[in-house]
């Protein structure tokens, strides 16, 4: 079983910055790719980065993209999304999640960090 920890979240100013942390923990060893998520109320869960947990390659959505910038540090056992020039609408609960190298598709969840851009 693999444990995911976000962090980083909080509030900024349009235009600012943050960078979320995704800390793994347990069966690491079983992580394919961690991907982070995005999901407002009353909304679908929708996508923003991928990264394979070996290292390398990414893959963006579009809204994000030039934006967000996905990457993993080894050592640490975590994933990060740094966040620039944020826009209102990019104001929701972020999450990260783990795709096993058992599994079909993502399988393991963590809690959630809030993100908030005032205009």
């Known amino acids: 079983q693999v444990q995911l920890v976000e962090s980083g979240g909080g509030l900024v100013q349009a235009g600012g910055s943050l960078r979320l942390s995704c800390a793994a923990s347990?069966?690491?060893?079983?992580?394919?790719?961690i991907g982070w998520f995005r999901q407002a109320p009353g909304k679908e869960r929708e996508f923003v980065a991928t990264?394979?947990?070996?290292?390398?390659?990414?893959f963006y959505a579009d809204p994000v993209k030039e934006r967000f910038t996905i990457s993993r540090d080894g050592a640490k056992n975590s994933v990060y999304l740094q966040m620039i020039s944020l826009k209102p609408e990019d104001t929701t609960v972020y999450y990260c999640?783990?795709?096993?190298?058992?599994?079909?598709?993502?399988?393991?969840w963590g809690q959630g960090t809030q993100v908030t851009v005032s205009s």
């Open positions: 999640a783990a795709w096993s190298t058992t599994s079909s598709a993502y399988d393991c």
């Open positions: 347990g069966r690491t060893f079983s992580i394919r790719t």
């Open positions: 990264i394979r947990w070996s290292g390398g390659s990414t």
